[in-house]
């Protein structure tokens, strides 16, 4: 019987393992891919600092390696079971099954399908990117940056907001990180083309966290980027692959048109797929939202509706990398608790 299984084997699920290992208990961690790092292996630079995201991904994977974490790869949850006596079976696409007096949920989110917004012309034109693209891009730039029509930009512009806040959409909910990549990669696209003109379109700016107000001040006073505020209402292609935007400025109370070479839509979070399976296999509970809805928003937002079933990072909702650590060390301790006294 293993102390505890965790579900995901991102920067929540390794940090889970670490904590809980230093507290002395024996983790096995299940994780759908090939490899660990979840979507920090798509990902260049980390805000507020620009760090690249390898230095993170690298601690961790050494860490896993030091501590010699035991990690199912290319396995993925089917079902969790509670049985009558208080643990857990939990089953797996390889017929591996696992008994476990604890379960973790670290399986993290999944980034909104930007195609689910048809006006806004992803996967319809070439230079219509996401931010998750973007930043895949730059994480394998070798040499000049050029759009994917190969053209070295002159105007660039950013949409905030697409497939969060938006009814249509059915994400009512803001997923928090978006508007602080926009500031990050509208910066790194300029330090990288500096003779482009970069506007961000925002609906609010949500500048939470420490040192984001400050990027954002840098992003307007060093590097010039234009943010208006504005939603995005169309996207149509020229015959030379520039992109022309309809824009609301609602400060102005106007419509404009901008024309780009490249167009960057900073996608939202999702609950990923599986959470919806755990809720029917076991009855977990979700928020509106469909992330796990915690069992105590302010007290215990580590447990969900079922005891002796955790969760840590972003299976609740959005979540900054910082964020998620503190969070999967958390997770680690409400699990000592609950160990030592059942
Ligand atoms: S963080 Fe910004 S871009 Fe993301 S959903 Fe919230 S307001 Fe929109």
């Not at 891919?33 to 230095?55: C, K, M, Q, V, Y």
Request: hydrophobic share 35%; aromatic share 8%.
């Amino acid at each position: 019987m293993i102390d505890v299984l965790i579900i995901g084997g991102g920067i929540a699920g390794i940090e889970t393992a670490c904590s809980l290992q230093d507290l002395g208990y024996e983790t096995v961690i299940v994780e759908k891919e090939r490899t660990i790092g979840g979507h920090l292996n798509n990902w260049d630079t980390l805000f507020p600092t620009h760090r690249p995201a390898s230095e993170v991904l690298e601690y961790y994977t050494e860490e896993t390696r030091k501590r010699a974490l035991t990690i199912y790869l290319n396995t993925y949850v089917t079902s969790i079971i509670k049985l009558d006596d208080g643990t857990f079976e939990v089953n797996t696409s390889r017929d591996v099954i696992f008994h476990s007096k604890t379960v973790v949920i670290a399986s993290g989110y999944s980034l909104f399908n930007a195609e689910r917004k048809e006006e806004y012309g992803y996967k319809i034109y070439d230079n219509v990117l996401t931010s998750a693209d973007l930043e895949k891009k730059l994480k394998t730039l070798n040499g000049e940056f050029k759009t994917p029509t190969d053209k070295v930009p002159e105007k660039i512009a950013f949409i905030h907001c697409v497939g969060s806040r938006d009814e249509k959409s059915g994400n009512h909910y803001c997923s928090k990180l978006c508007c602080v990549t926009a500031v990050k990669q509208a910066i790194h696209m300029k330090q990288i083309c500096p003779q482009a003109d970069i506007f961000c379109c925002y609906m609010d700016l949500r500048m939470y966290g420490p040192g984001f107000e400050e990027m954002y001040r840098e992003a307007q006073e060093k590097y010039h980027i234009q943010f208006i505020r504005g939603r995005l209402s169309e996207v149509g292609e020229n015959a030379d692959g520039t992109l022309q935007l309809k824009v609301e400025d609602t400060l102005a109370a106007r419509p404009s048109k901008i024309k780009v070479d490249m167009l960057v839509l900073m996608v939202g979070m999702e609950s990923p797929q599986s959470t919806a399976l755990f809720k029917e296999t076991c009855g977990l509970q979700c928020a509106p939202n469909r992330f796990i809805q915690p069992n105590d928003h302010h007290i215990g937002s580590n447990k969900t509706n079922i005891d002796g079933l955790f969760t840590a990072g972003t299976s609740i909702g959005p979540m900054s990398i910082f964020d998620t650590i503190n969070h999967a060390k958390a997770s680690a301790i409400t699990i000592k608790n609950y160990l030592s006294r059942n």
